[in-house]
């Protein structure tokens, strides 16, 4: 008989964000009359620049002309993309890496998933908490993390990210293996230094450890001090990969394309992880369309550049308004300055979810509740900076009106 895979069976629950969008949808249809304001799932909502619609719209007109037609493309990515990620993203910061070493994919979501195909299932996991429950989740999936007690993970590491620490995680003082890092951060908002993230590439190199850095909102860095690459670090290239995405960098949260760095410098044993990547995409995915990565590449386009970068500066803006306007009612609120989230204290000691409720039922504003993302996030909750600046205004003269 086949047998399943009993790890998922170990999953706590739904997925935190189906949740949210399943009580915010049953309240509103319970409340036909009420406009619900979403500060909640990290979508963007200004739509594609004008130089990426004209790039997609040119390899559309191509596809249907038999000089122009692309069938399947190399699983890695198409070189004109590669080798302009590395011009633009890495070369002009002073990073060294080769188009080879860079992969191209429908998204950062499924390469922070699929990952761990070229870990053993023995590795000890360490993970921010809160943090993206993708990370948390694939590595239950792959009977890394144990079993689920008590709201934790019997097998993993927890790096608590606490307003006393400043919401940065502390070294392991066990082992880690794998660490996964995600700065700018999400759910918090916070970013580390260069100075903050360099003893975590020493500790690293001398534990043999791999860090997973996710920079998907590396484009919101406003800190001069803040390092958009992990690779801006001594000594990176051979400890750590880092994935980088186009869905909050250009609106492209669904026209999907993301890519990930696994630098040749990065062995394990003696045997490149770049090899297993490679090996592991080449088998198991089979590349991203033609006409995504044209959008792509016109993203460093001077004026695609220019046009994308307005609409991150219209959510800074956003995450701006959102910060100080919390703080003028009263909360406690933190991020928002390099990242596109707001980690906002609940007021009074609530819980999590019973503020998530209140201010869903009484300001009728939908957050994510703090601790989804893990139990140091109980006592959160997470405002988004990616609606429009209306409903951003709208939402928060509706939460200084709440009664607290
Ligand atoms: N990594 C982090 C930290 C995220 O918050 C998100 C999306 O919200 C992703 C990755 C997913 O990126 P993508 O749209 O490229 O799959």
Known sequence: MAKINDNYLKLPGSYLFSTVAKKSSEFAAANPDKEIIKMSIGDVTIPLAPAVIEAMHKAVDEMGTPEGFHGYGPEQGYD??????????????????????????????????????????????????????VYV???????????????????????????????????????????????????????????????????????????????????????????????EIDGAKEVAIEFRSFSKTAGFTGTRCAYTVVPHELKLGGT????LWNRRQCTKFNGVPYIIQKAAEAVYSDEGHKQTREAIEYYLENARIIRESLTEA?????????????????????????FFDKLLEEANVVTTPGSGFGPSGEGYVRFTAFSTRENTLKAMEKIKNLNL
């Open 272 to 275: 490149e992880l770049n090899a």
């Open 330 to 354: 009263g909360f406690t609120a933190y991020g928002g300055v390099n990242a596109p989230y707001i980690w906002a204290k609940t007021p009074n000691g609530m819980k999590s979810w019973d």
């Open 80 to 133: 004109f993309l590669r080798s302009k990620i590395v011009e633009k993203d890495y070369r002009a910061r002073g990073i060294d890496l080769e188009p080879d070493e860079i992969f191209v994919s429908d998204g950062a979501k499924s390469d922070c998933g699929n990952i761990g195909d070229i870990f053993s299932v023995d590795n000890t996991v360490a993970v921010c908490d809160p943090v993206y429950p």
């Open 137 to 231: 989740d694939t590595n239950a999936m792959a009977g890394r993390a144990g079993d689920f007690i008590d709201d934790k993970w019997s097998k993993l590491i927890y790096m608590p990210c606490l307003e006393e620490n400043g919401f940065l995680p502390e070294l392991p003082k066990e082992k880690a293996d794998i660490i996964y890092l995600c700065f700018p951060n999400n759910p918090i908002g916070v970013a580390m230094t260069k100075e903050q993230l360099r003893p975590w590439i020493e500790y690293a190199k001398e534990n043999g450890s791999v860090i997973l850095y996710d920079s998907a909102y590396e484009a919101f860095i406003t800190d001069p001090e803040v390092p958009h690459s992990i690779y």
